[in-house]
Nanobody, 121 residues
Framework: QVQLVESGGGLVQAGGSLRLSCVAS????????MGWYRQAPGKQRELVAT???????NYVDSVKGRFTISRDNAKNTVYLRMDSLKPEDTAVYYC???????????????WGQGTQVTVSS
């Protein structure tokens, strides 16, 4: 019973910036890892960035130095700041959370509905 609600997607010109937000709500014990994935038309969904509960981050090579993932544990929220956007960043971006429903159950993956990011040239 974890719901992920995203916001911040939209249309931006190449070289511009955008910040995505994702809030986790519902019934769960804890969230370990949160992250962002994206899927462009005709391509497979790929990992963009992840962040653990203690702040350890991981990025796909194509966004290193341009994107920054962060989280606010008190608000159960993960952010993705995207700078120097390129047309190839255009995709549907999905929020992901690895959460334990209860203290005694294994962690499971939950997904947001996706938000469109379009970068024009």
């Amino acid at each position: 019973q974890v719901q992920l609600v995203e916001s911040g997607g939209g249309l931006v010109q190449a070289g511009g910036s955008l910040r995505l937000s994702c809030v986790a709500s519902g019934s769960f014990f804890s969230i370990k890892t949160m992250g962002w994935y994206r899927q462009a038309p005709g391509k497979q969904r790929e990992l963009v960035a992840t962040i653990t509960s203690v702040g350890s981050t991981n990025y796909v090579d194509s966004v290193k130095g341009r994107f920054t993932i962060s989280r606010d544990n008190a608000k159960n929220t993960v952010y993705l700041r995207m700078d120097s956007l390129k047309p190839e960043d255009t995709a549907v971006y999905y929020c992901n959370a690895e959460a334990a429903p209860t203290w005694y159950t294994p962690r499971e993956d939950y997904w947001g509905q996706g938000t469109q990011v379009t970068v024009s040239s």
